[in-house]
Nanobody, 116 residues
C-alpha cells in the first residue's frame, strides 16, 4: 500500500524558511515523479515543484529562486526547501507521487502559514 507522509509545516514569519519532507512507502518512490502542490483557502490546488527520478526539476514561476525541491532515493524521501517565504505562500502543501500516467498518490497535507 502506497503512503505519503508529509512533515515540516508550521508558522513562520515572512522572509523565513521552512523545509518540508515527504516519506514514501509502498515501493513506488524510485520510479515516480515526485511533486509538491499547494492549495490556499478559496483557490485551486497548484503545482509548486516536481522532480523526476533522475533529478530533473520544474517550478512554478512564483517560487523560482526561493524554493528548492530535492529527493533522496535511498531514503524514499522528497524535500521542499522554502526560503524567503512570503505571505502568499500560505497554503496547505501536499506531496504527490506519479509512478505512471495512470496513477498518482497524495499525502494528507501539511499547513504552512507565513505571518507578517
Amino acid at each position: 500500500q502506497v503512503q505519503l507522509a508529509e512533515s515540516g509545516g508550521g508558522l513562520v514569519q515572512a522572509g523565513g524558511s521552512l523545509r518540508l519532507s515527504c516519506a514514501a512507502s509502498g515501493g513506488i518512490f524510485r520510479f515516480s515523479i515526485m511533486g509538491w502542490y499547494r492549495q490556499a483557502t478559496g483557490k485551486q490546488r497548484e503545482l509548486v515543484a516536481d522532480i523526476t527520478p533522475r533529478g530533473g526539476t520544474n517550478y512554478v514561476d512564483s517560487v523560482k529562486g526561493r524554493f528548492t525541491i530535492s529527493r533522496d532515493n535511498a531514503k524514499n524521501t522528497v524535500y521542499l526547501q522554502m526560503n524567503s517565504l512570503k505571505l502568499e505562500d500560505t497554503a496547505v502543501y501536499y506531496c504527490n507521487a506519479r509512478p505512471n500516467k495512470e496513477s498518482e498518490y497524495w499525502g494528507q497535507g501539511t499547513q504552512v502559514t507565513v505571518s507578517s
